[in-house]
């Protein structure tokens, strides 16, 4: 099969990648690079797909309708899409609100109007987010709860994503399933993430801030569990029931919340090195605590969070440490 990735530069993009390689697939990854972290990361997870047998890249914004019909007309094998390329951060999306409108809401558009010409295409699934849940407070979060209280810009394109593919569902018996992650984490991760601003501030010396004295909560996923359910995910396209459109929505998370300050001292013990901490309220889009019920994707696919905190932290630590040495190796060569 031939898997059409968008965002395969990214971080949970690049690793689907490697898994869809590892069991034979074909991949067609697409990404633009954008620089709104170190384009030096995104660049060194390419690498490390290119000498990959069955991998094609191609660099292309996925809102250029030019560019992706041309794609799609030249990848007549599609059997598959993976669509992960969003502009992400939800506080970035109060600095650059047009960023988010071009890459979320104008290139989903763009993405089910490809999928949709497709010949073959048995199956689209897409990057949502725990976000879209924003101030609900019972947990844990179920996938029919009310999502009409978004806390951010970003929360609201990630939920018109998921409406925009209900539409397509219905009106083109599109088969889609969109993925709600849970504060994904692990080796080669994104540099905006809290525990990844965390640890350089930790190596630099630099204080964290700390929103509510470390009391918040998050349901930190790790990586490799994410992609267990994308791809498993992907392997089992909806029919649809009662002649309703073949869409679906399901969380992918760890059912198990931990606080900010377990977070910390997990990365201290990790790196050897303690925090310096800088306290201040939280941020009006930040929400208390997030808890993924996954139930639905467990029946699906079985589906099982593997990776305690704890242990996802070390790996993450391990890899960083070893990324950061390469960065320094190559900063010294350079008379930096």
Known sequence: MTILLTGVAGFIGSHVARALLDRGERVVGLDSVNDYYDVRLKQARLERLAARPGFRFCRLDISDRAAMAELAAAERGITGIVHLAAQAGVRHSMVAPFDYAAANLMGHLVVLETARHLRGLRHLVYASSSSVYGGNRKLPFA???RVDTPLSLYAATKRADELMSHAYGHLYGLPQTGLRFFTVYGPWGRPDMAYFSFAEAILRREPITVYDDGRLRRDFTYVDDVVAGVVGSLDRPPAGE???????????GNNRPETVSTL?????QALG???LLRHAPRPAADVEETCAAVDAIGALCGFAPRTPLAEGIARFAAWFLDWRSGEND????KGG
Do not use: S
């Open 143 to 145: 996938e029919a709860d």
């Open 242 to 252: 009662d002649g309703g459109a073949p869409v679906r929505l399901l969380n992918i």
């Open 264 to 268: 910390i001292a997990l990365l201290e």
């Open 273 to 275: 090195r303690k925090a």
């Open 330 to 333: 190559e900063t010294a060569k």
